[in-house]
């Protein structure tokens, strides 16, 4: 393939020519030199790989600086440089970049505010909660049994098992035995068990199975109200409660209404729950383990307008009698 000739080889041609003229030297080195650059333009020419190379080069204006006539001004094509030849080298915008790394230190950052929110979601799930007690008047008395003040007439300290815990736990005790409600009767009865040492639970029962004292009970349709007169603790027995109380008993004997009352003095014995407040003593933190019980006199029955003097068993010296 063969290059057709440009005004830029001319030109150059035509300048080498122009150099080998006035050298003024005498030595001749402007012909010698245009010679040779008339060789070389000569077997670029001839060489193939630079004629397919060139063939459809671009145009570009010459330099001012070293042309300076109105042929500087034709453009000459410029050699194709394919993406084979040059590695490619992209750059990305700088705003680009900066939004990149900003989103990500935001990304991080929600990052870490989500890892802190679940931990401290996981700390308050297995934390114990607090224990406020606000009185009345709307001040905090207490937090975490830590005192921060009174009530008036109420203090508020560590809980610890009273006598009034005592008391409470034998008023209701003797409440499910002397009151009587046939609606009610079995749970009672249940609830009366519940509050005993297992151990004396089980032989009060196999008592009042033995005598027949529900059964005669449900026969004869009682009907009982119980009103205590004096409970306290023993002085010399801090486990010790005594109670005095009256009992008044509706029944029906041989299909006659009877009406019967007694005041009983009743002794319970108490022994502190090993578990504490619990539901089956009351939340007292207090077991009955013994009871005893006798009349304190004997009151006449009427039935119609006749008297009678009746001395029913009564389950109240069931344990007393097993001793």
């Given at each position: 393939?063969?290059?057709?000739?440009?005004?830029?080889?001319?030109?150059?041609?035509?300048?080498?020519?122009?150099?080998g003229?006035g050298n003024?030297n005498?030595?001749?080195?402007?012909?010698?030199?245009?010679?040779?650059?008339?060789?070389?333009v000569?077997?670029?020419?001839?060489?193939p790989n630079?004629a397919?190379?060139?063939g459809?080069?671009?145009?570009?204006?010459?330099?001012?600086l070293y042309?300076q006539?109105v042929e500087?001004?034709e453009?000459?094509?410029?050699?194709?440089?394919?993406?084979s030849?040059?590695?490619?080298v992209?750059?990305r915008?700088?705003?680009?970049?900066?939004?990149i790394?900003?989103l990500t230190r935001?990304?991080?950052l929600?990052?870490?505010?989500?890892?802190?929110?679940a931990?401290a979601?996981?700390?308050?799930?297995y934390?114990?909660?607090?224990r406020?007690?606000?009185?009345?008047s709307g001040?905090?008395?207490s937090?975490?049994?830590?005192?921060?003040?009174?009530?008036e007439?109420?203090?508020?300290?560590p809980?610890?098992l009273?006598?009034q815990?005592k008391?409470?736990?034998?008023?209701?005790f003797?409440?499910?035995?002397?009151?009587v409600?046939p609606?009610t009767?079995?749970r009672?009865?249940e609830?009366?068990l519940?509050l005993?040492v297992?151990?004396?639970?089980?032989?009060?029962?196999?008592?009042?199975?033995?005598r027949g004292?529900?059964?005669?009970q449900?026969v004869?349709?009682?009907q009982?109200s119980?009103?205590?007169?004096?409970?306290?603790v023993?002085p010399?027995?801090?486990y010790?409660?005594?109670?005095?109380g009256?009992q008044e008993?509706?029944?029906l004997?041989?299909?006659?209404?009877v009406k019967?009352a007694k005041?009983?003095?009743?002794?319970?014995?108490?022994?502190?729950d090993?578990?504490?407040?619990?539901?089956?003593?009351?939340?007292?933190?207090?077991l009955?383990?013994?009871?005893d019980?006798?009349?304190?006199n004997?009151?006449?029955?009427?039935?119609?307008?006749e008297?009678?003097t009746?001395?029913?068993?009564?389950?109240?010296?069931a344990l007393?009698?097993?001793?």
């Amino acid at each position: 393939m063969e290059r057709k000739s440009t005004n830029f080889d001319d030109s150059v041609l035509a300048g080498s020519r122009g150099q080998g003229k006035g050298n003024g030297n005498g030595n001749g080195n402007g012909r010698h030199y245009g010679s040779e650059l008339a060789e070389m333009v000569a077997e670029l020419d001839e060489d193939p790989n630079v004629a397919r190379r060139l063939g459809s080069m671009p145009a570009f204006r010459a330099p001012r600086l070293y042309v300076q006539d109105v042929e500087s001004r034709e453009r000459v094509p410029a050699a194709n440089v394919s993406s084979s030849d040059v590695a490619q080298v992209v750059y990305r915008d700088k705003d680009d970049v900066t939004t990149i790394l900003n989103l990500t230190r935001l990304v991080m950052l929600l990052a870490m505010i989500l890892m802190a929110s679940a931990a401290a979601n996981v700390f308050q799930y297995y934390r114990r909660p607090d224990r406020i007690i606000v009185g009345p008047s709307g001040r905090v008395l207490s937090i975490n049994d830590r005192n921060y003040g009174q009530e008036e007439g109420v203090e508020f300290g560590p809980d610890r098992l009273t006598a009034q815990d005592k008391l409470y736990v034998t008023r209701e005790f003797v409440r499910y035995l002397y009151q009587v409600d046939p609606a009610t009767r079995p749970r009672d009865v249940e609830k009366a068990l519940r509050l005993m040492v297992p151990d004396s639970a089980v032989k009060f029962s196999n008592w009042l199975k033995e005598r027949g004292i529900l059964d005669q009970q449900k026969v004869e349709s009682w009907q009982a109200s119980w009103v205590p007169m004096d409970i306290s603790v023993d002085p010399n027995s801090p486990y010790t409660v005594n109670v005095i109380g009256k009992q008044e008993i509706n029944k029906l004997v041989s299909g006659a209404a009877v009406k019967e009352a007694k005041q009983l003095r009743i002794t319970i014995r108490l022994m502190a729950d090993p578990k504490g407040r619990d539901d089956r003593n009351l939340r007292s933190g207090f077991l009955i383990s013994f009871i005893d019980a006798h009349e304190l006199n004997d009151v006449p029955s009427q039935q119609g307008s006749e008297a009678q003097t009746t001395k029913p068993v009564t389950p109240v010296s069931a344990l007393q009698e097993q001793q």
